[in-house]
């Protein structure tokens, strides 16, 4: 899947979540500004992201405080963890 495929998907499972995509950036970081949620939608947020990319998220690695950026998560999803 491209980066362009992946960030489509993306997206699309942020806008499910009721989560502005509108003027997204690579470096924007999900939990904070526009992408701020709270910790039950960040869990379902998590299960939305497993599903449509057949991943299985490490949450401390890919959300810790310096790598939660929309990029590192796009690199996370081509790189990762297939379940």
Partial sequence: MSREEILTKLKLVLSDNNISTQE???ED???YGKL???SIKFMKL???LENEFNIEL?????FDEHSNTI???VQYIEHG???
């Fill in 71 to 73: 990029e590192h998560l």
């Fill in 29 to 31: 970081r999900i939990g």
């Fill in 24 to 26: 997204l950036k690579m």
């Fill in 81 to 83: 963890n297939r379940s």
């Fill in 36 to 38: 701020k949620i709270d």
């Fill in 46 to 48: 998590m299960v939305d």
């Fill in 58 to 62: 490490d949450y401390r690695e890919t």
